[in-house]
């Protein structure tokens, strides 16, 4: 899903589900795990800086969270069951679209993407490993 959604959307570089304690749920990328992982804790850094400001100023929950850089955008988005997408887009990508094809990602799998997955998917790990 998560794949198909940095591909499908034109000025996406990476794309990551991450837990709200920065598990990673899904990559785009599966082969470059190392990066994940680093995008992973980014993600999870922002959505932790963005969570204590809203406590902090009443702002209510994380909506997206979007950083300009030189070189590209960062967009971070609730997907929903305390999970983000973090985006990795282009310079030149049109950041209303894909703010908005984000929106459309969370309404469509937020509920499949969640923390229970991760338990899941750990107990699946763990049965396999333990069977041998």
Known sequence: MVSRFAAETAGVVDAIA?????????????????????????VSGITSLAAGAAGNYGLGALNKVIIDMAGGHLLVSSIGSGSVLGVVASKDAKLGNVAYEMTLFANRVGAILSPALIVELKNTVGASGATG
């Not at 899904?26 to 470059?32: E, K, L």
């Open 18 to 42: 991450v837990s709200s304690d920065g598990l990673l749920i899904a990559v785009s990328r599966p082969g470059d795990q190392a990066d994940s992982e680093r995008l992973a804790a980014i």
